[in-house]
């Protein structure tokens, strides 16, 4: 049997979820994806719910089937890591039970950015120069939705998350966030990577939800054994903090060095520009977000 080693990632994507295996030269040996959706609630005009039970099914399916479908034994994984759409969200109770989760774009929350507005025309503006976010796509307003029309659920939460951390969360039993990805929900402090508490409480919202925060590149912890069970990988098999999909896009073709740019498609088109400087836009007009390399926005 060879001993090459192999290397998987799992994106969860706005369209769809996929497990890809590349040999450790960087050459992609195979692919499964599976299309999902993310549904409105009638009830809730502009809301984009993810079904977490559904989803994790879809997802383990296409670490299992792309297993299968090159014939590589799951012990010769060396790593897996992960990425996906950003901005989404999940919810957790104190039992580490998802609860609560929106796709990246949902838009159920527009009473809520102009609550949010009424309490301060200037909120926004000093939240953005903090940390790189306006209220559209952030969490701040989705959180508040869920306070004003969930507070059962509100009450509830323990922990947020993004889908990225997600996927690591389902196959370790860990859960934290890193800064590329949780950097999109306009409560970290972009110069730090880390979370900023005091700007969910400039909004009423709560400040102990926030989990450890773990940069791109670290091992999160391994699979364990109701992960290995449900995906067919090993126990004990690495997992890695990835990041946000345009970040780790970047980091695909090359573009990890400051001034250097990249243009990505897929469900949306991005145009991304690397600096090494946390600097925000006083006018508030560009979102900027950590990259998932060190010391790079």
């Known amino acids: 049997m060879s001993r ?18 590349f040999d450790t030269a960087g050459s992609q040996l195979g692919c499964v994806q599976q299309e999902w959706e993310h549904r409105e609630d009638p009830r809730y ?9 559904h989803n994790w099914k879809l997802a383990s399916d296409c670490i299992r089937g792309v297993l299968e479908q090159t014939g590589i034994p799951p012990e010769q994984v060396a790593a897996v890591s992960t990425t996906c759409m950003r901005e989404g969200i999940v919810l957790y109770d104190k039992s580490g039970q998802e609860i609560w989760a929106c796709a990246n774009v949902d838009a159920r929350s527009t009473d809520e950015v102009g609550q949010l507005i009424s309490m301060n025309p200037q909120l926004e503006r000093s939240i953005y120069l903090e940390s790189g976010e306006t209220f559209a796509l952030g969490a701040l307003p989705r959180l508040l939705w869920v306070k004003n029309k969930m507070p059962e659920i509100y009450e509830k939460t323990h922990r947020l998350g993004m889908f990225n951390d997600w996927l690591i969360y389902k196959l370790t039993g860990v859960l934290a966030v890193e800064p590329s990805n949780g950097s999109t929900t306009g409560i970290f402090h972009l110069e730090r990577r880390q979370w900023e508490p005091s700007i969910s409480q400039r909004c009423g919202l709560r400040a102990d939800i926030f989990p450890p925060v773990l940069e791109c590149g670290t091992v999160a912890g391994a699979v364990n054994e109701l992960g290995a069970r449900q995906t067919g990988l090993a126990p004990g098999t690495p997992v890695v903090v990835g990041g946000g999909d345009a970040q780790l896009g970047s980091i695909g073709v090359g573009v990890v060095q400051p001034g250097q740019a990249a243009v990505f498609g897929g469900s949306f088109w991005q145009y991304e520009y690397n600096t090494d400087t946390a600097l925000t836009d006083s006018l508030c007009r560009i ?11």
Do not use: E, I, K
């Open 45 to 53: 005009p502009g809301s984009m719910d993810f079904d977490w039970v």
């Open 287 to 297: 979102r900027v977000n950590c990259h998932a390399v060190p010391n790079m926005w």
């Open 4 to 21: 090459q080693q192999y290397l998987m990632a799992v994106d969860a994507g706005t369209g769809s979820v996929r497990a890809v295996l």
